[in-house]
Every structure is written in C-alpha cells, then in structure tokens.
C-alpha cells in the first residue's frame, strides 16, 4: 500500500493524500486506515502524549484515493464541519466512466436512499422516507474507444456528500465508474477487486481558525492515469 502523503500541517488541521485501498476512519478490519494511521505518526513523530485528538470532517469510499483533511481539536473539526454542511467546502473528483452523457457538461441532482445493512446506496422517489437530495456537477474533459467500449473522463465537482454518491449517480444516469462492481452493470459479472477510478484531486475550505483560504489539488491517481495518461 502506497505511503500517506502529508500536504499541510498545524495545530489545527492535517492534509494528506489518502491512498487508494485504506479506510477513511477506523473499522472492523485489521488493516490501517487514515485515523489510525494519522494517530500513530502523531505520537510516532510529533511526539505527542496520550491519545491524541483525529476528528473525521468527511470520507471517500475506501478503493479511492485523494485530498482530505482531518481536523486535530474538536474547535476544528466543528468548524469544518459547518463547512460540509453549508456546502463551502469544495470538493472535485476525477472520474473514468464506462459511456458518456448526451452533454458535455450538467447537472445531476437525484433522491438517494442509503441502506447500512446492505451498504448499497439507490435513486429513489423524493417521497421515499429518509431519502436525501444529491447533487453534483460533472464535465467531460476526454472520451475514447477500446475494444468496443466507450470511456469518459469526467471532472465532478461534489454538492452534497452523500454515501456512493458519485458512484450511484453516474450509473443511474447511464455511465458507471470504470470498475464498479457494486454499482456498473458493465463490472456486475466480474470477479474479485477492481481499482475504482476515482480520484480526489482538489479540495478548497477556510482554515477554521485562522479563517484562510486553502487549496490542495494534487495529480491524478493511478486509478485514472492508467486509462488516461494525460489528465
């Protein structure tokens, strides 16, 4: 597994590149993931004392890569949090797609329906009771043909947050992500883990301390060079 890049440290708030593969907050699994990970380099290299202090301000599904920050006092990680909610934290996302839309460039919003048990997020009704609204903005940047098959590369800027939102949406809407067993139907029938393509590549909020404006945007992941070189 890839190394955690750190891009921006304080006393406040931590920056990193989370690598493709590793959960966003702690689970069930033996395997690391970014809070333990960020835990443990603060006592390992900050030479903190006790346990210290990692407040999850938002997450990406565990096979996709990219920006996040993560907040490292409960000031900071409410603060950010008012941020998520108020939609002024700016998230955008590079994407493969198996297919293509009728635009260039649009607008998706769709009702979503999470189910915990099953882990499956799904486009509903708006009268669906505890359906949320997402929304997102997407850009074709590139298309291509292989072997018979259509691809896109798509810039996604996120509105809301909610749970496999990029990756349900752009299936609903006719071009699931490029190796989506869970959601495309082109990988339904395959067989073990596929590399999601999907990259967090900017990410922009106030510091919510010192109230600055910060920007991180980072190149793309393997997830998406690997199908497009030059993103």
Do not use: C
Not at 30 to 38: E, H, R
């Amino acid at each position: 597994m890839a190394e955690v890049k750190i891009l921006y440290e304080d006393k406040d708030i931590i920056v990193v590149v989370k690598p493709a593969g590793m959960a966003s907050q702690e689970e069930r699994s033996a395997d690391m993931d970014m809070v333990s990970w960020l835990k443990n380099y603060l006592v390992r290299e900050k030479k903190v004392k006790g346990m210290p202090y990692i407040g999850v301000i938002h997450r990406l599904d565990k096979p996709v890569g990219g920006v996040m920050v993560y907040a490292k006092t409960q000031q900071a990680a409410g603060k950010l949090s008012e941020q998520v909610r108020g939609n002024k934290m700016t998230k955008e996302y590079l994407a493969v797609l198996t297919g293509t839309f009728p635009k260039k460039e649009g607008r998706l919003e769709d009702m979503l329906l999470s189910n915990g048990k099953t882990n499956r997020t799904e486009v509903v009704d708006a009268k669906t009771s505890g359906a949320k609204k997402a929304v997102l903005e997407y850009k074709v940047k590139r298309t291509k043909f292989d072997e018979g098959q259509q691809y896109s590369l798509v810039n996604v800027h996120l509105i809301t947050g909610r749970r496999h939102q990029i990756r349900v949406q752009m299936a609903h809407a006719g071009a699931g992500l490029w190796g989506d067993t869970r959601y495309n139907p082109v990988f339904a029938d395959k067989k073990g883990w596929f590399d999601l393509a999907l990259f967090a590549w900017h990410l922009e909020f106030d510091h919510p301390v010192t109230k600055k404006h910060l920007a991180f945007k980072v190149p793309a992941g393997s997830q998406i060079t690997a199908h497009f070189n030059k993103s």
